[in-house]
């Protein structure tokens, strides 16, 4: 984690699913993640260009980006399909 400079958030809350991907189990509103379009019960698979294997991994990919800097996610929702999202990482106040 970065020790200067502001830190991104996705304002989601997020598990560790049990297979690889991090579990959304609460999305804050309004928020970063909500305006993504991601909601409860997605699964995080990938963040920009890291894999997300568990919720540590996604804590870790949120902290390396920029606020204010576009990122893919790849998504599962929970009826099993999947898509593609841009997120714009807000700023930890």
Do not use: C, I
């Amino acid at each position: 984690m970065r020790d200067s400079g502001p830190r991104a958030t996705l304002g989601v809350e997020a598990v560790d699913y049990g297979s690889p991907g991090a579990l959304v189990v609460g999305v804050h509103t309004p928020g970063p993640g909500y305006r993504a379009g991601l909601a409860r019960g997605d699964v995080l698979l990938q963040f920009g260009g890291a894999r997300v294997d568990t919720a540590a991994d996604l804590a870790r990919a949120v902290a390396r980006a920029r606020p204010g800097s576009e990122v893919l996610l790849t998504v599962r929702h929970s009826g099993g399909g999947f898509q593609q999202l841009t997120v714009v990482p807000g700023v930890v106040t």
